[in-house]
């Protein structure tokens, strides 16, 4: 299958309120997290977000929705859209936010 022709099952989106609250649409899993780096992984890949005091407020792998509080310095995309978790969706925080 060429990356044209991938069409992911969820909708990926990012709102970003003042660099201090975020929402993400779209979220397959957490793969890591302390306050100052979260690695989401989505179907447009690895999700990086960077900041200062970061906490999550929301997850819910079911719909795919993330919300984090904090002061944000950036996102960075890495890997392959296709290149999903090896765990299938299921992250090791999945079941503690449902």
Same mark, same amino acid.
């Given at each position: ?5 991938? +069409? ?6 990012? $709102? ?15 793969? +890591? ?21 970061? $906490?999550? +407020? ?35 925080? +999945?079941?503690?936010?449902?």
């Amino acid at each position: 299958m060429d990356d044209k022709d991938f +069409s992911p099952a969820r909708d990926h989106e990012i $709102h970003v309120v003042n660099r201090e609250h975020i929402t993400i649409r779209g979220v397959l899993n957490v793969e +890591s997290f302390d306050d100052q780096e979260i690695v989401l992984d989505t179907e447009y890949g690895a999700l990086t977000v960077r900041g200062e005091d970061l $906490h999550i +407020s929301k997850l819910d792998v079911e719909d795919g929705d993330f919300a984090v509080e904090g002061l944000v310095h950036g996102f960075q995309y890495s890997s392959n859209p296709r290149a999903r978790g090896k765990r299938g969706g299921r992250g090791f925080l +999945s079941g503690l936010f449902r």
